[in-house]
């Protein structure tokens, strides 16, 4: 298992220009270390969305790398998007499943099934890479090479689960943040 | 009741008129013939989705890349949208042009089709504007929803009132 602020970190240290959309416990985490402001989207306001709208920008910015920070739990409430993804090919989304198996913005309940294969339902919908990670030495020492690799790519992290405290995570101010966000977006993609 | 006739390439003419570069859509039985002729144009990128309630989002992230889509669902895929028009269009004050299927539409109102008896109350309790149109004297609405949504920074729907015509 890997912690949040490690699996956060080394993505971000191979950033570089790229957007980066997120969502639920992966937006806490990314804002703590980010240094792009203006290429972040944190959805909190459209649950499960996150890898359709870094679709979208993908297809929109083919020459911009564009890294998705989902969930588990979202991902199942949107889960034919990997074959939308796949249909698209676009060689620069990078698609990072956090997998703490739990809903942790709700309090920890557990997920209807917690051992899903999601690298190979990826690779079945059509996605050229997919990984795995549980082991934050491995994490750090094969990301490199992954994003030096076109995509679409799915890169599974195990992470231990956090439930939320209560009230903590979605908040008016999250929500009303997000047209700002994607305005910024578009500014910085022009 | 008799409805005038959807010419697809009418339709595509207006959406190429509009700068239109991405039409993100899941095909229903109305829009088949559409389809055909919007894949046949070559300055649209199609963009087919496994459930509309993806189209929303990704026509967020096209916009905020510099990108003009369009989405193009019907009423039923529209209500399987709800979240995503609530969140990622209404919310985050999105122009967006979406074109709806009206399955089950009747001039008359009179349809036991709920699918589309509860198409405009829908969109009028959620805040959407739209036009409808039933036939190609219709289609100088669709300007009209360009321009509804660009100037209220808000989702506008264009709603197919008719099978689209094969050319």
Redo the contacts between chains.
């Keep these: 298992m890997i912690s949040y602020e490690v699996a956060v970190a080394a993505i971000n240290g191979l950033r570089n220009e790229a957007v980066c959309?997120t969502t639920m416990t992966q937006t806490k985490y990314w804002y703590a270390v980010s240094e792009r402001p203006d290429l972040d989207?944190g959805?909190s306001?459209?649950?499960s969305?996150a890898s359709?709208?870094?679709?979208?920008?993908?297809?929109?910015?083919p020459d911009?790398p564009v890294i998705v920070l989902d969930g588990d739990g979202s991902l199942l409430m949107?889960l034919?998007?990997l074959?939308?993804i796949a249909?698209?090919q676009p060689a620069n989304l990078y698609h990072f499943v956090f997998d703490n198996g739990i809903y942790a913005v709700t309090g920890g309940q557990p997920l209807p099934n917690p051992q899903v294969d999601y690298p190979a339902m990826a690779i079945a919908s059509g996605y050229v890479q997919a990984h795995s990670f549980s082991d934050a030495g491995e994490l750090q020492a094969k990301l490199p090479q992954i994003m030096q690799t076109p995509g679409p790519a799915l890169i599974h992290v195990s992470v231990i689960g956090e439930p939320a405290e209560e009230g903590v995570d979605q908040t008016w101010e999250s929500?009303a943040k997000?047209?700002a966000q994607?305005r910024a977006?578009?500014r910085a993609?022009? | 009741m008799i409805t005038g006739i959807l010419h697809p390439a009418k339709v595509v003419e207006q959406l190429v008129q509009q700068g239109v570069t991405h039409m993100v859509t899941l095909p229903d039985s109305e829009t088949r013939h559409m389809y055909d002729r919007l894949t046949a144009e070559p300055s649209i990128h199609v963009i087919p989705v496994s459930r509309e309630g993806e189209a929303i989002p990704i026509a967020a992230g096209l916009w905020a890349a510099g990108q003009r889509p369009v989405i193009s669902i019907q009423n039923a895929g529209l209500f399987e949208s709800g979240d995503a028009l609530r969140g990622l269009a209404i919310g985050i004050d999105l122009p967006l042009v979406m074109f709806i299927g009206y399955r089950g539409y009747t001039r008359h109102g009179d349809t036991p089709d709920s699918a589309a008896r509860f198409l405009e109350p829908f969109l009028h309790l959620w805040g959407v504007d739209y036009y409808t149109i039933e036939g190609d004297d219709d289609l100088d609405r669709v300007p009209l929803a360009f321009e509804r949504a660009e100037k209220s920074s808000q989702p506008v729907g264009v709603l197919i009132g008719t099978e689209y015509a094969k050319e």
Excluded: D, H
Aim: aromatic share 0%; glycine share 16%.
């Design positions: 959309v989207i959805i306001n459209g649950m969305k359709s709208l870094a679709l979208g920008i993908a297809i929109g910015a911009r949107n034919g998007s074959v939308t249909g698209q929500n997000m047209p994607m977006l578009k993609l022009e």
